[in-house]
T-cell receptor
Framework: GAGVSQSPRYKVAKRGQDVALRCDPI?????LFWYQQALGQGPEFLTY????????KSGLPSDRFFAERPEGSVSTLKIQRTQQEDSAVYLC??????????????????FGPGTRLTVL | AQTVTQSQPEMSVQEAETVTLSCTYD???????LFWYKQPPSRQMILVIR??????QNATENRFSVNFQKAAKSFSLKISDSQLGDAAMYFC?????????????FGTGTLLAVQP
């Protein structure tokens, strides 16, 4: 595809329900990031994958949050037993891996449109 | 830990005029990247401009330029000849230099309105 896609675009869940959010990165992008953007705030880092390996999950707010990328392409962010404070836009971004264009080079992160999660 | 601060929640500019958005950051690193991202109402985040900290020359992309003051840890964005399409939320962001990840640390954003 031309860009990063995410589905669903909108999700309404009752408190206590489990949800799964999907991210399709740009083809060939081995790096994948998840961010959480609360209303009126900037995005906050959740987790990072390089291929299928989850190299950084330091931003996941609790053990109710789980992310996977089993084949190194599509990623799913799962939130168990949703709470009202989980309401936010969840953004996915993909990029070529850091250093691909040379030592310490930077590769731009391309963002998807996000999934707006509302927990009632 | 690194932090990014944007102290202007909202700004307004007349079409064709110039506006400057402010950003300060804190880090103990000497090498890093700084960015300005644009987020229109559709929510797709778009990279506007990037600055490598080791470069003294300020980055420029068409009508967008930055004023990078490393000692002051300041990184402002200047938009010249503002257009209606520039109206959006603008986020300042930081990323470490090198390493296995390039996760972004964002400020809280500045909502820019462009008046016709």
């Amino acid at each position: 595809g031309a860009g990063v896609s995410q589905s669903p675009r909108y999700k309404v869940a009752k408190r206590g329900q489990d949800v799964a959010l999907r991210c399709d990165p740009i083809s060939g992008h081995v790096s994948l990031f998840w961010y959480q953007q609360a209303l009126g705030q900037g995005p906050e880092f959740l987790t990072y994958f390089q291929n299928e390996a989850q190299l950084d999950k330091s931003g996941l707010p609790s053990d109710r949050f789980f992310a996977e990328r089993p084949e190194g392409s599509v990623s799913t962010l799962k939130i168990q037993r949703t709470q009202q404070e989980d309401s936010a836009v969840y953004l996915c971004a993909s990029s070529l891996p850091a250093g691909l264009a040379g030592f310490n080079s930077y590769n731009e992160q391309f963002f998807g449109p996000g999934t707006r999660l509302t927990v009632l | 830990a690194q932090t990014v601060t944007q102290s202007q929640p909202e700004m307004s500019v007349q079409e064709a005029e110039t506006v400057t958005l402010s950003c300060t950051y804190d880090t103990s690193e000497s090498d890093y990247y700084l960015f300005w991202y644009k987020q229109p109402p559709s929510r797709q985040m778009i990279l506007v401009i990037r600055q490598e900290a080791y470069k003294q020359q300020n980055a420029t992309e068409n009508r967008f330029s930055v004023n990078f003051q490393k000692a002051a840890k300041s990184f402002s964005l200047k938009i010249s000849d503002s257009q209606l399409g520039d109206a959006a939320m603008y986020f300042c962001a930081y990323s470490n230099y090198g390493g296995a990840t390039n996760k972004l640390i964002f400020g809280t954003g500045t909502l820019l309105a462009v008046q016709p």
